[in-house]
């Protein structure tokens, strides 16, 4: 019976989906809906681990930012995907062969020696996009629970040029600030300002709402921010509109960010996957374990920590507050604490890895080293010695 009442609710709620999807649908002119991942970023600030994968493959509770986007757009009934990326990016988002959740993929290349910013590469994906209807652009290192369709009912009401996702933050000085009015407009963008000039602490969360006339702001075949070029613009003209929303959202943008966000993630999920385990092993929740975690005995592994698929970690070993990438090897009596580790890293016994400490990939660790806290070791690279500061 419990069975039965669960089944009837779940379909009742996915007609009140449907039914709300077709309802805007034919508000903005019965076409499909379209989103743009911007994924073509370096990711400089998350080295060594961005050295070896784009900031859209980061695990987040062992499975990619991407998947993450990809099936909140699908919840959305956002079935179109077109990822603006670099043909090594692509090849990277082949390659871990992402579910997609049901969506449909394309892909708009940037050109590799002349990137086109955020805005050139919406232009670049014209083609791709259409006029027909407006369409949700998302920037692919942005964790953002948003309800995309919300923001195009209010894009439509408003017939806004571009609607902005905007967020409150204590410093806005990273972001772009919008001062917006009770009618929803902003009218006024600056893009990164002093903490002491902002006008709100309402930042640009890296999604938004566009009408194709967008294009007509944006020369082809240059690079374009469209937040320092065409944001402060449209704000001016009356066409910029903002969609406030206080759910969760994180930027990876940095490694304590990064953890951060796995942590939340772990709060709100709970311990997730199972591990093979030796004799008196502790798991202090929340964790996660992808497939294949063997943990030796009398190790303690948590609260906090996630391990990726075939990690395997030795005896006596302590693990909390930290990240471990797949196929990762941690030997006898090493400690774990507030760090990142990359992929397939050996790390030995007896080795310490304090707080902001990060592992690029395939990286070799040696029996008895001591990390200072914030290491950076960069991938395959070999570390004999401790490091003191």
């Not at 309802?23 to 809906?33: A, W």
């Not at 961005?50 to 980061?58: A, V």
């Not at 407009?185 to 002093?194: D, G, M, S």
């Not at 929340?286 to 395997?312: D, R």
């Amino acid at each position: 019976m419990k069975e039965s009442f669960q089944a009837v609710h779940l379909s009742r709620n996915g007609f009140i989906t449907r039914q709300a999807n077709i309802n805007l649908q034919s508000r903005i002119g019965g076409k499909h809906l379209k989103a743009v991942v911007l994924a073509g970023g370096f990711g400089t600030r998350l080295r060594p681990l961005s050295c070896t994968r784009p900031k859209p493959l980061f695990p987040v509770v062992n499975k990619p930012l991407l998947q993450w986007t990809f099936e909140r757009l699908a919840k959305n009934q956002i079935k179109d995907v077109i990822l603006a990326v670099f043909y090594q990016t692509e090849v990277y988002i082949k390659h871990h062969r992402v579910p997609r959740c049901g969506v449909h993929v394309t892909y708009s290349h940037d050109p590799l020696r002349k990137p086109l910013g955020t805005g050139g590469s919406i232009k670049k994906a014209e083609k791709r996009i259409g006029h027909e209807s407006p369409f949700i652009v998302l920037n692919g290192d942005v964790f953002a629970d948003v309800n995309y369709t919300e923001i195009l009912k209010l894009h439509a009401k408003k017939n806004a040029v571009a609607t902005i996702t905007l967020h409150k933050v204590k410093d806005p000085s990273r972001y772009g600030v919008a001062e917006m009015a009770k009618d929803n407009r902003i009218t006024r963008f600056i893009e990164k300002p002093l903490a002491a000039t902002a006008p709100s602490n309402l930042i640009n969360a890296g999604v938004y709402a566009l009408s194709p006339r967008i294009f007509n702001y944006i020369r082809e075949g240059r690079t374009v921010s469209i937040e320092r070029e065409v944001f402060p613009r449209l704000a001016e003209e009356g066409g910029l509109y903002g969609y406030v929303f206080d759910g969760l959202w994180m930027d990876i943008g940095k490694p304590q960010e990064y953890l951060e966000l796995n942590k939340i993630m772990l709060s709100q999920i709970g311990s997730e996957g199972k591990c093979r385990s030796g004799e008196n092993v502790k798991i202090k929740k929340a964790v996660a374990f992808g497939k294949g975690v063997s943990i030796g005995g009398q190790s303690i592994v948590g609260p906090y920590a996630v391990l990726g698929p075939e990690v395997t970690v030795g005896k006596n070993v302590q693990i909390k507050n930290s990240v471990v990438l797949s196929a990762t090897v941690i030997s006898d009596c090493a400690t774990v604490d507030g760090a990142i580790i990359g992929e397939g890293v050996f790390i030995g016994e007896r080795v310490h890895i304090p707080k902001g400490c990060v592992v690029g990939d395939h990286a070799r660790i040696k029996d008895d080293v001591f990390l200072a806290t914030g290491t950076l070791i960069c991938p395959a690279n070999e570390v004999a010695q401790s490091i003191d500061v």
